[in-house]
């Protein structure tokens, strides 16, 4: 899966937040940018030309859907972070975000909880 740049993604954010399919009308009441509805429009080219999303008709309106779940396109973000940053080293990742801070109890038992589940 590629990846999207900031921009493109906080569109795709945008399109996962709504229930069903979007406008880019919809989009540009939604979004926290002050883009032009022009550049709204070329990254919603970009995402379909990309595979991200769907478009079609109804009637004037062109109305987008998402082709990739956000959770299947967070799944890919997070491995690719992983074994890019941290040579798919969990404990690195872990040290990288809590270094020089110690982490609370709760902390320690939601991970202890999480590794549970995942020996399960």
């Not at 062109?62 to 990739?68: D, E, F, G, R, T």
Request: charge should be negative.
């Amino acid at each position: 899966m590629k990846r999207l740049p900031d921009s493109e993604l906080e569109i795709m954010m945008a399109i996962w937040e709504c229930p069903g399919e979007v406008t880019s009308d919809y989009l540009m009441e939604h979004l926290k940018k002050d883009w032009a509805k022009t550049t709204v429009l070329n990254f919603l080219n970009r995402l379909c030309d990309r595979g991200f999303l769907a478009v079609h008709k109804n009637g004037r309106i062109n109305v987008y859907k998402p082709l990739v779940e956000k959770e299947d396109y967070v799944r890919s973000e997070s491995k690719s972070f992983l074994s890019r940053m941290h040579h798919n080293s969990v404990k690195s990742l872990f040290a990288s975000l809590y270094d020089g801070k110690k982490l609370s109890p709760s902390e320690i038992g939601e991970l202890r909880q999480w590794i549970e589940e995942m020996e399960e």
